[in-house]
């Protein structure tokens, strides 16, 4: 199905001259990606709207693709995979958040955020084996997932002290996941290089 609507937009911009024919691939590799997120963001935001959520689902999706932007990490290496482990953690996110009041999930919470925060300082960002950054690209993008980390550590105490433990929970969850995910790829560049 997706090949279908991509093959149709591309070649509706080839004989627009919007594109060129040599770069069909990349526009149909492109727009697949573009329809692909555009799906599961979509069908997480109306999940959120059944689960009576939807500001903390907007949250912590920003927070994942903001985080996964300037940290690098695992990739799936199929959309289902892709899709089925983002809704799990989505769906662990809504589990969390329903146990807030229980001091020692909230602990743990707070826990892994902060070796998350270690984690990303130490090792962020990690280009995996579909992306490939210059040095320049990787100094640039270091810099501004510290930056994007100083800014969540300063939204989370904001929101901490506010009381908005929901919102506290989305986006520390997401940025556990990324962390998760970059812990991953690092495992797998390790293991690589020893083989």
Same mark, same amino acid.
């Given at each position: !199905?997706?090949?279908?609507?991509?093959?149709?937009?591309?070649?509706?911009?080839?004989?627009?001259?919007?594109?060129?024919?040599?770069?069909?691939?990349?526009?149909?590799?492109?727009?697949? #990606? $573009?329809?692909?997120?555009?799906?599961?963001?979509?069908?997480?935001?109306?999940?959120?709207?059944?689960? @009576?959520?939807?500001?903390? =689902?907007? $949250?912590?999706?920003? =927070?994942? #693709?903001?985080?996964?932007?300037? =940290?690098?990490? @695992?990739?799936?290496?199929?959309?289902?995979?892709?899709?089925?482990?983002?809704?799990?953690?989505?769906?662990? =996110?809504? #589990?969390?958040?329903?146990? /807030?009041?229980?001091?020692? %999930? &909230?602990?743990?919470?707070?826990?892994?955020? *902060?070796?998350?925060?270690?984690? *990303?300082? !130490?090792?962020?960002? #990690?280009?995996?084996? /579909?992306? &490939?950054?210059?040095?320049?690209? !990787?100094?640039?993008?270091?810099?501004?997932?510290?930056?994007? $980390?100083?800014?969540?550590?300063? %939204? %989370?105490?904001? *929101?901490?002290?506010?009381?908005?433990?929901?919102?506290?929970?989305?986006?520390?969850?997401?940025?556990?996941?990324?962390?998760?995910? $970059?812990?991953?790829?690092?495992?797998?560049?390790?293991?690589?290089?020893?083989?």
């Amino acid at each position: !199905m997706l090949d279908v609507i991509t093959n149709s937009i591309t070649s509706y911009l080839i004989s627009n001259k919007a594109a060129k024919e040599e770069d069909r691939d990349v526009y149909k590799y492109g727009l697949a #990606i $573009l329809l692909y997120n555009i799906f599961l963001v979509l069908f997480i935001v109306v999940l959120s709207f059944f689960l @009576h959520n939807v500001i903390a =689902t907007i $949250l912590f999706i920003a =927070t994942l #693709i903001i985080m996964r932007k300037y =940290t690098g990490g @695992h990739h799936a290496n199929s959309r289902v995979k892709c899709f089925t482990t983002t809704v799990i953690i989505y769906t662990l =996110t809504v #589990i969390v958040n329903n146990f /807030q009041n229980i001091v020692p %999930i &909230q602990a743990l919470v707070y826990g892994l955020l *902060m070796i998350s925060y270690v984690l *990303m300082l !130490m090792f962020a960002p #990690i280009c995996g084996e /579909q992306i &490939q950054w210059s040095s320049k690209r !990787m100094e640039y993008v270091k810099k501004c997932n510290r930056i994007c $980390l100083l800014v969540f550590i300063f %939204i %989370i105490i904001c *929101m901490s002290y506010l009381n908005w433990k929901t919102y506290v929970n989305y986006i520390s969850i997401a940025i556990i996941a990324t962390s998760c995910s $970059l812990v991953i790829e690092r495992l797998k560049l390790r293991e690589g290089r020893k083989s």
